[in-house]
């Protein structure tokens, strides 16, 4: 079974703070994609990153990087100078891909992050 | 070009009634998922509908069924609502072999009291 672990529940930073949201992913499966995603207070779930397991490349976009280590199992995300527009629940996610995996989204339970001004 | 629609946006239900969601699948995508959110969580896996079948299921009782409808469009059904079935409802739209792509609404916000 696949499973994934945010384990802060809350942070709050100043802005223009640096801040790392953590993210532990748990499968059987070698073929699986994980995903970062915003959810505002509007409640709708916007999409941040997608990534492969085959590509550990590290990304980098605008003031947001992702850092993946199969070894450790992680997944998390950086926000690098942070503004208060930056508060929002963040998600990981995970779904296998191998050929008759289950392929939905299963998501950690979310970090809140706040940004103070 | 039209994104992922739901409706209603907001429902109060009494506990036992049945209620009916709707969604929209984004242009060109013929995969519907639908998730449910309670407060304070992350997004569960519901169910998926493809070709007008349900293709997958999440831990989830009989009590929640749904259609897909020729246009891509879907329904969630919900019988015999409990307290417990408070949450937000969100369904995803994808295609069916590009499964990794999903494309969320902004979610039907459930009160059952």
């Known amino acids: 079974a696949q499973k994934v672990t945010q384990a802060q529940t809350e942070i709050s930073v100043v802005e223009k703070e640096d801040v790392t949201l953590d993210c532990v992913y748990e499968?059987?499966?070698?073929?699986?994609?994980l995903f970062w995603y915003k959810q505002p207070p509007s409640g709708e779930l916007v999409f941040l990153i997608r990534r492969n397991s085959f590509d550990e490349q590290n990304e980098i976009s605008g003031r947001y990087s992702w850092n993946f280590q199969k070894s450790t199992s992680s997944f998390n995300f950086t926000i690098t100078a942070s503004q208060v527009v930056d508060s929002a629940v963040y998600f990981c996610?995970?779904?296998?891909?191998?050929?008759?995996?289950?392929?939905?989204?299963?998501f950690g339970s979310g970090t809140q992050l706040t940004v103070l001004p | 070009d039209a994104g992922v629609t739901q409706s209603p946006t907001h429902l109060i239900k009494t506990r036992g009634q049945q209620v009916t969601l709707r969604c929209s699948p984004k242009s060109g995508h013929d995969t519907v998922s639908w998730y449910q959110q309670a407060l304070g969580q992350g997004p569960q896996f519901i169910f998926q509908?493809?070709?007008?079948?349900?293709?997958q299921r999440g831990n989830f009782p009989d009590r929640f069924s749904g259609h897909q409808f020729p246009n891509y469009s879907s329904e969630l059904n919900v019988n015999a609502l409990l307290l417990g079935d408070s949450a937000l409802y969100l369904c995803?739209?994808?295609?069916?072999?590009?499964?990794?792509?999903?494309?969320f609404g902004p979610g039907t916000r459930l009160t059952v009291t």
């Open positions: 995803a739209s994808s295609r069916f072999f590009s499964p990794y792509e999903q494309y």
């Open positions: 499968t059987r499966d070698t073929t699986y994609y």
């Open positions: 996610a995970l779904s296998e891909a191998s050929p008759g995996s289950a392929r939905q989204l299963t």
């Open positions: 509908y493809y070709e007008e079948e349900e293709r």
